[in-house]
């Protein structure tokens, strides 16, 4: 077992090649935590792998290439990651970011799109594809991170496209973490329209026979309402996804979950006489961390004269670093913060 708080566990960063992103992957790694760092540019996800040390000769942290813009490259390499390691991380640190800063009148539109696309699509983009996964393995407290900034509050001259990206993100985290907090069982079972995506075995090139089942653009079958459900009308489980998980069919005649099935997969059988699903939470937490100004490469843009401007607002009067960041992102990513939901997060330095 590795040592550190996150000893086990596995996180995937985004804009893992610099800045924040890069110190996340070193304190989690420090902590204990198998990463898997991701970045655009694939060379500056190299040189963070590079970086990182393990307290096990048997860690193997893994880096890809990702453009969090585009949901096919997110699907894709979420897949490899977990086909890889067996298990969806349990740790998800969105820290990529671009900006395209410019004055409001002189700003073109596709300047702005992609920042929207990156900051705030990319972060709803890699939650969701994950917190899919997490639900398909029925993985319970798990941590999500979202990186907003302070900008997103205050507002900034020449920044209303990072601003604006910035805001959705804090806005985003707190509806994720009523939504992923209070996810159970009994939820998805009865909520037909949560459709969840299976990512734990490759298609058998079965066609799906019921309304229950849905065909993924990946070929993969799944149900509707996920995990062990996977009813079929005629009362038996999913074929597909019994002998996947269990080597057997455990097929039922009654209409009713298998007891075996039920028992591996939330540790207790857990059945109703009235037929309904322990109502215990996934607890998957998503939390924002919103820092002031943070010597990264992507403010050495900044001009020195604005920078002095910025630096005599804070209280501290200095700039933050990365690596103070980092450490409350490996706060949140831990139990000990089991019970911090929803919370937005100031690194600012006062």
Not at 125 to 136: F, G, S, Y
Not at 191 to 206: D, M, P, Q, W
Not at 248 to 269: K, N, V
Not at 314 to 319: D, M, V
Request: aromatic share 6%.
């Amino acid at each position: 077992m590795a040592n550190g708080v996150l000893g086990g566990k596995l996180a995937f960063v985004t804009g893992a090649g610099s800045g924040i992103g890069r110190a996340a992957c070193q304190v989690l790694a420090r902590e204990g935590a198998k990463v898997i760092a991701t970045d655009k540019d694939e060379k500056s996800a190299q040189k963070t792998l590079s970086l990182l040390k393990s307290s096990s000769a048997t860690f193997q942290h893994l880096h890809f290439p990702l453009d969090v813009s585009r949901s096919e490259e997110v699907y894709s390499v979420v897949k490899s990651a977990i086909e890889h390691f067996s298990v969806p991380p349990s740790i998800v640190v969105n820290c990529a970011g671009i900006t395209r800063d410019n004055f409001l009148l002189k700003l073109d539109e596709d300047s702005f799109q992609q920042v929207i696309d990156v900051n705030l699509k990319g972060t709803f983009l890699v939650t969701q594809t994950i917190a899919r996964a997490l639900v398909e393995a029925n993985i319970t407290g798990a941590s999500v991170i979202n990186l907003a900034s302070i900008v997103g509050r205050t507002g900034n001259i020449g920044q209303c496209s990072y601003a604006a990206s910035k805001a959705g993100i804090e806005a985003f985290t707190k509806t994720t973490a009523k939504e992923l907090g209070n996810l159970s069982p009994t939820k998805l079972h009865c909520r037909e329209e949560i459709s969840a995506v299976c990512f734990l075995g490759k298609s058998n090139g079965a066609t799906p026979t019921t309304v229950e089942h849905a065909a993924l653009p990946c070929g993969i079958s799944v149900a509707k309402a996920s995990r062990a459900l996977h009813r079929q009308t005629s009362g038996e489980m999913c074929t597909e996804c019994s002998t996947r998980r269990f080597g057997a069919l455990h097929r039922q005649t009654s209409g009713e979950m298998c007891t075996e099935c039920s028992t591996r997969r939330f540790g207790a059988l857990h059945r109703q006489t009235s037929g309904e699903m322990c109502t215990e939470c996934f607890g998957i937490r998503c939390n924002v961390v919103v820092p002031g100004f943070i010597d990264t490469p992507m403010t050495d843009a900044v001009p020195d004269k604005v920078k002095e401007k910025f630096r005599a607002t804070i209280a501290l009067k200095r700039f933050g670093r990365a690596e103070e960041v980092a450490e409350v992102i490996a706060f949140l990513a831990s139990d000990k913060s089991s019970y911090v939901n929803g919370a937005s997060i100031e690194v600012i330095g006062g």
